[in-house]
């Protein structure tokens, strides 16, 4: 029998427009963006982390939790995408 394998995506843009660099800002001494990436690497279930971003600051606080990256191209990155 196969085996399932449990992934997290995490989605995360530069461009917002309600609150510019929401993702990088940070809260409790951690950008925003890292929260859902240590919520993911403390779970006993998920065994895959990628990030979809267009950020290169996200694109760092991804890597450096060791996340995989998902390059997400600029016409996936508009606030109508």
């Not at 690497?41 to 694109?59: G, H, L, M, W, Y």
């Not at 760092?60 to 990155?77: G, M």
Request: proline share 9%; aromatic share 4%.
């Amino acid at each position: 029998m196969r085996r399932s394998v449990v992934c997290a995506l995490i989605i995360g843009r530069k461009g917002s427009v309600g609150f510019p660099g929401k993702n990088v800002y940070p809260v409790l001494g951690r950008p925003l963006a890292a929260y859902p990436l240590l919520a993911a690497k403390d779970s006993n279930q998920v065994e895959r982390i990628f990030v979809s971003t267009d950020c290169p600051d996200i694109a760092t606080i991804a890597r450096d939790q060791s996340a995989e990256l998902i390059e997400r191209p600029p016409e996936l990155a508009s606030k109508d995408a």
